[in-house]
């Protein structure tokens, strides 16, 4: 079972017989295309998924995981505190950057995937937080 809040995830993976797909309602922002607000926030408190996959604009040693929107960056802490495991997909240039809205903590990551090595001060931090880092 897939469960997202985005648009264009539920759009590729409708069509496989294979996925069971539920999708989180909202309003649709228009930048990510993804569900966002309190009805958002809530359908994502009430699930415990095995696994979220959360996208971030930023990773920062001491500023963690955030994102420039307030609204989506409530749905991606709701998903963070509901899993079981956190998987975190963000290319190196999101590695070190900040941005307005902290989501989530590095200790409340499990893997980090992305393209490049972290600097050192962020793979100190990482490293320090128990999060596994899967260069891809």
Do not use: C, W, Y
């Amino acid at each position: 079972m897939v469960i997202t809040h985005a648009i264009p995830i539920a759009g590729r993976l409708s069509g496989n017989p294979h996925i069971a797909l539920q999708i989180l309602g909202g309003r649709v922002r228009g930048l990510t295309q993804a569900a966002v607000g309190q009805s958002t926030v809530e359908a994502a408190s009430r699930l415990r998924p095995d696994i979220a996959f959360v996208g971030a604009n930023g990773i920062h040693a001491t500023f963690g995981l955030s994102t420039p929107d307030p609204e989506e960056a409530a749905v991606k802490a709701a998903f963070v505190t509901s899993a079981r495991r956190v998987v975190v997909l963000a290319d190196s240039s999101k590695l070190d950057a900040e941005t307005l809205v902290q989501f989530a903590a590095l200790k409340d990551v499990d893997t980090v995937i992305t393209d490049h090595e972290p600097s050192e001060e962020l793979s100190a931090a990482l490293a320090e937080a128990g999060v596994d880092v899967v260069i891809a």
